[in-house]
């Protein structure tokens, strides 16, 4: 039976899993990576970090099975979204940190070093904008590259090749300049729907007119799965493969998410996706919507056509810390350092115990607005920051657990303010589908079932985001005549939690509050600016 190995690039580590054709995940391995914060608005990466972290992940998943290299037919990727790779002419790193240090070559999906250029972009209103939420995020290729252009002109006059990072890596293992459907629409301004997917008179109003021919990049990118080549001798000598496996052009991460959770749902009956929600939430939680047709949905990224499957529409709202948030609130507090790697392990342990001891409410009076590195959805606005009401005079480890217990219900309340937006344009979202850490932690899951109204659906103890990737590099390997064929073949079941009634009440008022909060943040700040 043919093999297929996907590979994961989060904003952490690599992650790779050995699947058999059928979409079962036999194994999986993973490396760590490091994130460079020089600042706090700045996120950078070593690009030949990265590859070295995938060989290593790639060789283990394949030892820990003893599959025969010839076995494994088909191979893709899927990476952090706009991470962008920038390369010189000889295909050497150029730095996009002020240190000039080179080895800082990666800008990581989450550094928000461009929000003047993004606000530049959103000021031109063109129509681009539609298709991005109608506001331009500094997480997006183009204020990015903006930005290295204007503060870093040596790098920018360098510059051969600009990367998203999936598309990085699968030229590194095929040799391909192609460049996925998928990062080019959802992150570089790309049209897909229009004849010309490069909106030129976009870039140049904003200052950038040389960005495709800089970058690198083709006048028309590769479907989702499309077979990019064989593996290059030298790739398959670095990864213990062979040359016979195919790279299947890759795709972003949460979007691979989606394929796996989302992708085999309704085949035949595309409009049945309306009730569904995929959410990929580890760091931070992506909220990716399919249709037939395109809807546009203020402060949510899309539509994007072609993205995951062909001939359907993408929406994305997203949330930039929620498992971030959780990590920095345990870190903020000195009972909660003391913690060490069990952190999250105690916390919640202690909660069960104060929710038995004083109910299920747990601190009503304390209440958390999310939005400690901006609000991307559905209110588009980067520069909101994070609110915390109802703070005591008590720094024990039993306040840290309320605070955590709160911010926990203030993620899920997110999460319902996304899909209410998107109900609102045409959806009818009743089902949520998960995957990433946060199907880890019972607390969070409590909360998107009861505090939404949803159904949540997780996968148990598959990888929907790995599995999406195996989908395309199933696709590449020709084991399936389409994407959604083999989305349909490789589908796994998951199971079920329905939401408690019981607890309606009490999330609604909360929830009631959480928009309040919103509207007082945004009070304050117009008094601040005037």
């Known amino acids: 039976m043919a093999k297929l190995i996907a590979v994961d690039v989060g904003t952490a580590s690599v992650r790779a899993g050995l699947f058999a054709e059928d979409g079962r995940l036999l194994a999986r391995h993973s490396h760590p990576i490091t994130l460079h914060r020089p600042a706090a608005d700045r996120a950078e990466q070593d690009c030949r970090e990265i590859w070295e972290a995938v060989v290593r992940s790639v060789r283990e998943v394949r030892r820990e099975t003893g599959v025969p290299a010839e076995e494994v037919r088909g191979l893709s990727f899927d990476a952090t979204s706009c991470t962008l790779v920038l390369l010189d002419r000889e295909d050497r790193p150029l730095p996009v940190s002020e240190d000039g240090d080179p080895r800082w070559n990666t800008l990581v999906w989450m550094d928000h070093r461009a929000i003047a250029e993004a606000e530049r972009c959103t000021a031109t209103g063109h129509e681009v904008l539609r298709h991005v939420g109608g506001v331009m ?19 920018w006059a360098a510059v051969a090749r600009v990367f998203d990072l ?3 890596l699968t030229w590194k293992a095929s040799g391909s300049p192609a460049r996925s459907q998928c990062t080019l629409t959802c992150k570089w301004s790309y049209l897909a729907h229009r004849p010309e997917g490069w909106q030129r008179d976009f870039l140049a109003e904003v200052g950038l007119p040389e960005m495709v021919e800089k970058a690198g990049l083709p006048e028309r990118p590769a479907a989702v799965g499309e ?22 052009a890759g795709l972003i991460d949460a979007h691979a998410g989606a394929l796996g959770l989302l992708g085999g749902i309704a085949p035949e009956r595309p409009e049945l996706l309306d009730r569904h929600l995929a959410l990929i939430a580890g760091t931070s939680t992506c909220h990716m919507a399919m249709s037939p047709e395109p809807r546009h949905v203020f ?5 994007y056509f072609g993205v995951v499957l062909p001939d359907l529409w993408l929406n994305e709202g997203g949330q930039p ?11 903020w507090s000195a009972a909660g350092a003391a913690l060490g790697e069990a952190a999250h392990v105690r916390i919640l342990a202690r909660i069960a115990e104060l929710r038995r001891a004083e109910g299920e409410d747990l601190a009503p009076r304390l209440h958390v607005l999310p939005d400690f590195h901006g609000n991307r959805s559905p209110l588009a606005d980067p520069h909101a920051l994070g609110v915390i009401s109802g703070l005591a005079l008590d720094h024990s480890f039993d306040a840290l657990c309320r605070l955590y217990y709160r911010t926990a219900l203030a993620v899920a309340l997110g999460t319902r303010h996304i899909i209410e937006a998107l109900n609102r344009e045409g959806y009818a979202i009743d089902t949520l589908h998960l995957a990433g850490g946060h199907t880890r932690n019972p607390l969070l899951m409590e909360f998107y079932a009861d505090a939404t109204g949803c159904r949540v659906v997780t996968p148990g103890e598959e990888d929907p985001v790995l599995l999406g990737t195996a989908i395309a590099a199933a696709t590449a390997a020709g084991l399936h005549p389409e994407l959604a064929t083999a989305a349909a073949a490789m589908r796994r079941e998951g199971t079920v939690r329905a939401p408690d009634p019981r607890r309606r009440r009490s999330h609604d008022r909360a929830y009631r509050v959480f928009l309040a909060m919103h509207e007082h943040r945004r009070a304050i700040d117009s008094l601040l600016a005037g």
């Open 137 to 155: 995020s500094p997480e997006m290729a183009v204020p990015k590259l903006l930005w290295i252009k204007h503060h870093l002109p040596a790098s």
């Open 166 to 168: 999936a598309d990085y």
């Open 227 to 248: 077979d990019l080549g064989p593996l290059s001798e030298e790739a398959a000598r670095q990864l213990g493969l062979t040359p016979a496996c195919r790279v299947g």
């Open 299 to 303: 402060g949510v990224w899309g539509p």
């Open 321 to 331: 810390a929620t498992g971030a948030l959780l990590d920095h609130i345990i870190a």
